[in-house]
């Protein structure tokens, strides 16, 4: 079985009228996605838009209900949680996810950070015991494969980079990419998009090098995996 899940998060689109406004992440995600189906047969495709369709931001309420045990939920409380549920559902479903991401403001954009609120949800994807002392949260599902896909306008973000203490975008997927069951993570960077110069377009040409190569890569292991459970 192998069921991507592809979650874009730029709210520029994957191509307009002018091309220069052209999301570079949703594109390397496209030609990821792309140059993966050309070479597996997938079994299921889940794509979310969270960038144009943003889930909305929790409340109150959704805490509440969250809180509140299943059985007990009254129906304004199942329809808060509705949206969640249905964004949980599409990560279980997944073996790999692949999430694309521009930076803003040194981090992910708010509609992404909106999507983990509504997808990292105690006894769903995580749960709580003060039995385990320092380090209480374990996460509830295991074995799926990231694919994290950036692109920034300036540079340097990386271990050692000259902006590395500013980089709080891929940091803050690696985190939080636990408690979507994530066990192995691979990264493709597209970076200098405001220099606008050989730089950028160095960047842009190794992150599709990159993604290209990457896809190879993953059909194999996905075809693995795929073999094997058939096996059984
Ligand atoms: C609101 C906003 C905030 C941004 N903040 C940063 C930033 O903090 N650091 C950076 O390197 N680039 C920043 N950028 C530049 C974007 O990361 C860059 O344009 C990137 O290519 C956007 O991704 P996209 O092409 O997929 O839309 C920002 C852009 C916008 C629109």
Redesign the pocket.
């Known amino acids: 079985m192998s069921i991507i899940l592809h979650v874009d998060s730029?709210?520029?689109a994957v191509s307009n009228a002018n091309p220069e406004h052209?999301?570079?992440?949703?594109?390397l995600a496209k030609l990821f996605i792309n140059q993966l189906i050309k070479k597996i047969e997938i079994d299921e495709y889940i794509y979310r838009d969270v960038g144009s369709n943003p889930p909305h931001f929790i409340t109150q309420e959704w805490i509440g209900a969250v809180f509140t045990p299943e059985a007990k939920r009254d129906r304004q409380q199942l329809q808060t949680l509705a949206l969640s549920d249905e964004l949980i559902a599409e990560v279980e479903r997944a073996d790999l996810i692949v999430m694309?991401a521009?930076?803003?403001?040194?981090g992910m954009p708010a509609q992404l950070k909106a999507w983990f609120d509504q997808v990292i949800r105690i006894n769903k994807t995580f749960d709580f015991d003060l039995a385990r002392g320092e380090k209480p949260l374990a996460p509830l599902l295991s074995g799926k494969t990231l694919v994290i896909i950036t692109?920034?306008?300036?540079?340097g973000?990386e271990k050692g980079g000259v902006n590395e203490s500013?980089g709080h975008l891929v940091p803050h997927l690696r985190t939080l990419s636990k408690y979507l069951g994530v066990a192995d993570i691979y990264e493709i960077a597209?970076?200098y998009?405001?220099f606008a110069d050989h730089r950028h377009e160095q960047s842009l040409q190794n992150a599709k090098s990159k993604a290209t190569a990457l896809a190879s890569k993953l059909a194999i292991i996905l075809q693995g995996n795929t073999a094997h459970t058939s096996d059984l």
Do not use: L
């Not at 052209?22 to 594109?27: F, P």
């Not at 692109?151 to 540079?155: K, L, P, T």
């Open positions: 730029s709210v520029r052209d999301s570079i992440s949703k594109k694309s521009p930076m803003y403001n040194y692109s920034s306008g300036e540079f973000f500013s597209s970076e998009q405001e």
